[in-house]
């Protein structure tokens, strides 16, 4: 029996996964769930532990996981989502955070132009490193914070080449390196390096600012980006955007050796809306289909994909789609459609 791991989190989490949970249990697969509703910030606040070692014993020893969002107002220190969502991406170091965007209903698009409003595209975040990797704080005289991005050879060859391997018509390979000198370069190497493998895949380099231009301009453009941690953090935003919206956006955070996977919506958690009932299950149900292809059952997946589609199209949406379903109806309108 399969088994998975479930952290709803906080805020819209816990409210959006019980539709991807009630989801994937309609589909009656026999899938097991180990919900570990305690870790949130109330428990953080008041132990101050933001993940123990226990509950990583038990995360890891399923099968995958399905993760709402953790964030609260009333925790302003990065040590919470850092012990809880960073650490799991970089404990069990799933490096590939795989961010498909792919344009939920023509009328979803921000986008004025017809033409260019069909974005299908991946965005493949180099999850174990970057700016995340490590953090120095010093004082000296002048307060000074310096935040260490931080790119091997390893894991930029391995992330390229992962992204190579999802893409169909081009891959495009973010970074700044005309401005950031060292990270820049090694990128810049193990990049051509890699593209010359691939020669019948269409390769291309955009520096990070104009990378987000034109996915405005025209994102049908893109196939497959491969970035950096940060840089992906933003393009993935922004293209959930041109997609439909990022209460609908979902991702895959796997690790292509293990095949060990974490799956969770693009989107945080949302306390603006928190308890509204509102919230948006599309994306923790689209992140559930995208863990389902994961464990095996491809055709499930996809007949949920499906079911999001239809039930979008026959305008199922909640409020940040313009509908004004709550969060719960939404979900029945999906699992109608399965
Ligand atoms: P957010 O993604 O939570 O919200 C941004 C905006 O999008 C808000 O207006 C929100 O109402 C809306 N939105 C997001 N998801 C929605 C949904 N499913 N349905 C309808 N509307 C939705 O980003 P934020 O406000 O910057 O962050 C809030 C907290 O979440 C912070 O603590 C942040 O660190 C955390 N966060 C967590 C994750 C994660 O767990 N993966 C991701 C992003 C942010
Ligand atoms: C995401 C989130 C996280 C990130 C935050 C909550 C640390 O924004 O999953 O995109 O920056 O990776
Ligand atoms: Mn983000």
Same mark, same amino acid.
């Given at each position: 029996?399969?088994?998975?791991?479930?952290?709803?989190?906080?805020?819209? +989490?816990?409210?959006?996964?019980?539709?991807?949970?009630?989801?994937?249990?309609?589909?009656?697969?026999?899938?097991?769930?180990?919900?570990?509703?305690?870790?949130?910030?109330?428990?953080?606040?008041?132990? +101050?532990?933001?993940? /123990?070692?226990?509950?990583?014993?038990?995360?890891?020893?399923?099968?995958?996981?399905? !993760?709402?969002?953790?964030?609260?107002?009333?925790? &302003?220190?990065?040590?919470?989502?850092?012990?809880?969502?960073?650490? !799991?991406? /970089?404990?069990?170091?799933?490096?590939?955070?795989?961010?498909?965007? =792919?344009?939920?209903?023509?009328?979803?698009?921000?986008? =004025?132009?017809?033409?260019?409003?069909?974005?299908?595209?991946?965005?493949?975040?180099?999850?174990?490193?970057?700016?995340?990797? +490590?953090?120095?704080?010093?004082?000296?005289?002048?307060?000074?914070?310096?935040?260490?991005?931080?790119?091997?050879? @390893? #894991?930029?060859?391995? &992330?390229?080449?992962?992204?190579?391997?999802?893409? =169909?018509?081009?891959?495009?390979?973010?970074?700044?390196?005309?401005?950031?000198?060292?990270?820049?370069?090694?990128?810049? @190497?193990?990049?051509?390096?890699?593209?010359? *493998?691939? $020669?019948?895949?269409?390769?291309?380099?955009?520096?990070? *600012?104009?990378?987000?231009?034109?996915?405005?301009?025209?994102?049908?453009?893109?196939?497959?980006?491969?970035?950096?941690? /940060?840089?992906?953090? &933003?393009?993935?935003?922004?293209?959930?955007?041109?997609?439909? #919206?990022?209460?609908?956006?979902?991702?895959?955070?796997?690790?292509?050796?293990?095949?060990? %996977?974490? %799956?969770?919506?693009?989107? #945080?958690?949302?306390?603006?809306?928190?308890?509204? +009932?509102?919230?948006? $299950?599309?994306?923790?149900?689209? /992140?559930?289909? !995208?863990? !389902?292809?994961?464990?095996?059952?491809?055709?499930?997946?996809?007949?949920?994909?499906?079911?999001?589609?239809?039930?979008?199209?026959?305008?199922?949406?909640?409020?940040?789609?313009?509908?004004?379903?709550?969060?719960?109806?939404?979900?029945?309108?999906?699992?109608?459609?399965?």
């Amino acid at each position: 029996m399969t088994r998975l791991a479930v952290v709803p989190g906080d805020g819209i +989490g816990p409210e959006v996964i019980a539709q991807a949970l009630e989801t994937v249990t309609a589909l009656r697969i026999g899938i097991e769930f180990d919900v570990l509703d305690h870790i949130n910030a109330g428990t953080f606040l008041r132990t +101050g532990v933001a993940l /123990s070692e226990e509950d990583f014993t038990r995360i890891a020893g399923c099968d995958a996981v399905l !993760l709402g969002a953790v964030g609260d107002p009333r925790v &302003i220190t990065p040590a919470y989502a850092r012990g809880v969502l960073l650490s !799991l991406r /970089s404990r069990l170091d799933l490096y590939a955070n795989v961010r498909p965007a =792919r344009l939920l209903h023509d009328d979803l698009s921000p986008l =004025r132009d017809r033409a260019n409003r069909g974005i299908d595209c991946v965005i493949v975040r180099e999850n174990t490193e970057g700016l995340y990797g +490590g953090s120095l704080h010093r004082m000296s005289g002048a307060e000074v914070a310096i935040d260490i991005e931080v790119s091997t050879a @390893r #894991g930029v060859r391995r &992330i390229v080449e992962h992204a190579f391997s999802l893409a =169909r018509r081009g891959m495009c390979m973010v970074d700044k390196s005309n401005a950031v000198p060292s990270g820049g370069a090694l990128w810049q @190497r193990i990049w051509r390096e890699t593209a010359a *493998d691939h $020669p019948n895949v269409a390769t291309y380099h955009l520096f990070a *600012d104009v990378a987000a231009m034109r996915l405005v301009a025209d994102p049908t453009e893109f196939d497959v980006i491969v970035t950096n941690n /940060s840089f992906d953090d &933003i393009l993935s935003d922004l293209a959930a955007q041109i997609a439909g #919206g990022l209460g609908t956006a979902a991702s895959a955070n796997v690790n292509p050796d293990t095949g060990f %996977c974490l %799956c969770e919506p693009v989107h #945080g958690s949302a306390p603006d809306i928190t308890g509204t +009932g509102t919230a948006n $299950p599309v994306g923790a149900i689209l /992140s559930a289909a !995208l863990l !389902l292809e994961h464990l095996g059952y491809g055709s499930e997946a996809k007949a949920v994909r499906s079911a999001v589609d239809r039930a979008v199209a026959a305008g199922h949406r909640t409020p940040d789609l313009g509908g004004s379903l709550t969060t719960q109806q939404a979900g029945s309108a999906v699992r109608a459609e399965l």
